[in-house]
């Protein structure tokens, strides 16, 4: 068994595929029209186009607007990205606007920051 697609709940699909391509980086993979208002949006990294895709999930279902609020006001990253240098990763997106709730932290074998994502989420990206 392995991984093949993980999803972030996004408040505007065409706005988190912006973020996502243009600011993280990532690359469209799939976007498939899904009823009159939304579509099926994954994006996949750039070094791994066949490898996990990431969902860009519309907000249509209630509950999930209130689980995805209270992650974001107890300061709970909804996922975490792998990334090989965190430093220079935290430099590059701030220079595009990015916000980060924390600066790149030292946690024993790992280095994280969090991120806000524009659609709703906390991100964390993580060097191991």
């Known amino acids: ?9 996004v408040d505007d699909q065409a706005k988190a595929l912006k973020f996502y391509t243009e600011v993280l980086g990532f690359v469209l993979k799939v976007d498939v029209p899904v009823g009159d208002t939304y579509r099926w949006l994954t994006v996949v990294s750039p070094d791994a186009q066949t490898g996990t895709e990431l969902l860009l999930e519309p907000m249509g279902f209630a509950p999930a607007r209130v689980y ?9 990253p909804l996922t975490a990205f792998g990334v090989d240098d965190c430093q220079a ?23 994280i920051a969090v991120f806000e994502d524009t659609c709703g989420n906390l991100i964390q990206m993580v060097q191991v």
């Open 1 to 9: 068994m392995r991984i093949t697609m993980t999803s972030v709940m």
């Open 68 to 76: 995805q609020k209270a992650l974001y006001d107890a300061g709970i």
């Open 89 to 111: 990763e935290y430099e590059r997106l701030l220079k595009l606007g990015v916000v980060f709730r924390s600066k790149p932290t030292p946690m024993g074998p790992v280095t």
